[in-house]
């Protein structure tokens, strides 16, 4: 096991996505947090600095996008990269989100491509 390389928080309703990343992101050395949807990942930001948010866009309670324009500001001052996930076909307004410092990958994806692009995003 390699040392801590920082805590990565996933915002999913998935729970089967959720475990398979936290295992994955766990055995790539990182600390993981996890949320069932917007509102409760708020909550628990309010406690809780995470080296990068791994997001769906999708959720019940609060979707992906206004969890990304509600914790944007206070984790990009911080330097904080989010990620969001979707298993949307690309629409015209990732190009905002992605303009707002958001990065979109689409479901589904490699989870090895999703751990290099998380190693490549915070180093």
């Known amino acids: 096991m390699s040392a801590n390389k920082g805590t990565i928080f996933i915002i ?15 055995n790539a050395g990182y600390d993981v947090v996890l ?11 309010e406690n809780l600095s995470p080296s990068l948010v791994l997001s769906d866009i ?3 309670n609060m979707d992906g996008v206004e969890t990304f324009q509600r914790i944007k500001e206070r984790l ?16 015209p307004w ?3 989100l992605e303009a707002e410092g958001a990065v979109i990958i689409q479901k ?9 692009l998380i190693e490549r995003t915070l180093s």
């Open 94 to 96: 990732f190009a905002d």
């Open 76 to 91: 990009q001052d911080d330097g904080i990269p989010i990620i969001l996930m979707t298993a949307l076909s690309r629409k």
């Open 58 to 60: 999708m959720m019940p």
């Open 35 to 45: 949320a069932r949807d917007g509102l409760e990942g708020l909550r628990m930001l």
């Open 12 to 26: 999913d309703d998935d729970l089967g996505l959720q475990s398979i990343l936290s295992l994955a992101l766990r």
């Open 108 to 116: 589904p994806f490699e989870i090895s491509h999703l751990v290099d």
